[in-house]
């Protein structure tokens, strides 16, 4: 079956920095994305991954490595806006895309 | 104004009754999505739409219809609600089924009672 795992919370500090994992098990690989989602809002877009290695992005990164089914989110510089929830989703063979739970980010001053 | 709007955003309605919620994008986006989410599950995809006039089933499309006549609006429609259809619904575009952002729209709040 497909599988996408996430922790289901984590907690960091303003100004620090932490890492979110995500390992995932489907049927084909056609990139893995991550969203971000505020509490009552819609998920918006964060970073595409299709090769392995690291993108940068401003204050976010996203690590994929498809050898070991591997992603993870790195957020530096933590604000208290970046308090949401934090979605894993890869594309499967047939361009469906296949979501974690997430993983609810809380920044604590 | 530009974007994806899904209408109405809070509905409450009971058990068996039929219930249609509206997406709508101003994009000429190809593709459309309906999800639901709940606590504790990933998103996960009801129904999908290529163009125009075509539709498949996605990860859960029991109860569950849809239609597509133009290709700014992707209704979803409960045929006849049950309380495991609460839930948020997602609607979502994008401009091509290859890896591409899928944009949402603000999300429609259900309750079956």
């Known amino acids: 079956g497909q599988n996408i795992d996430q922790p289901t919370e984590m907690t960091a500090t303003e100004g620090a920095i932490v890492q979110i994992n995500c390992t995932y098990q489907t049927s084909g690989f056609n990139g893995l994305f991550w969203y971000q989602q505020h509490a009552g809002e819609a998920p918006t877009f964060l970073s595409y991954?299709?090769l392995d290695g690291l993108e940068e992005k401003g204050r976010f990164s996203s690590f994929l490595s498809r050898s070991k089914g591997y992603s993870y989110l790195l957020l530096k510089e933590l604000q208290m806006k970046d308090s949401a929830s934090y979605l894993c989703a890869v594309m499967d063979s047939n361009y469906q895309l296949i979501w974690g739970a997430g993983t609810k980010l809380i920044i604590k001053p | 104004d530009a974007g994806i709007t899904q209408s109405p955003r809070y509905k409450i309605t009971e058990t068996g009754r039929q219930v249609t919620l509206m997406c709508h994008q101003t994009w000429s986006h190809s593709y459309m999505f309906w999800y639901r989410q709940d606590l504790g599950h990933g998103l996960r995809l009801i129904y999908y739409?290529?163009?125009?006039?075509?539709?498949d089933k996605g990860e859960v499309p029991d109860g569950y219809v849809v239609s597509r006549s133009k290709t700014e609006n992707f209704p979803l429609t409960l045929e006849s609600a049950t309380r495991s259809q609460t839930s948020v619904y997602f609607c979502a575009s994008s401009e091509a089924a290859e890896p591409n952002e899928q944009f949402f729209g603000p999300g429609t709040r259900l309750t079956v009672l």
């Open positions: 739409s290529a163009a125009a006039d075509i539709t």
């Open positions: 991954n299709v």
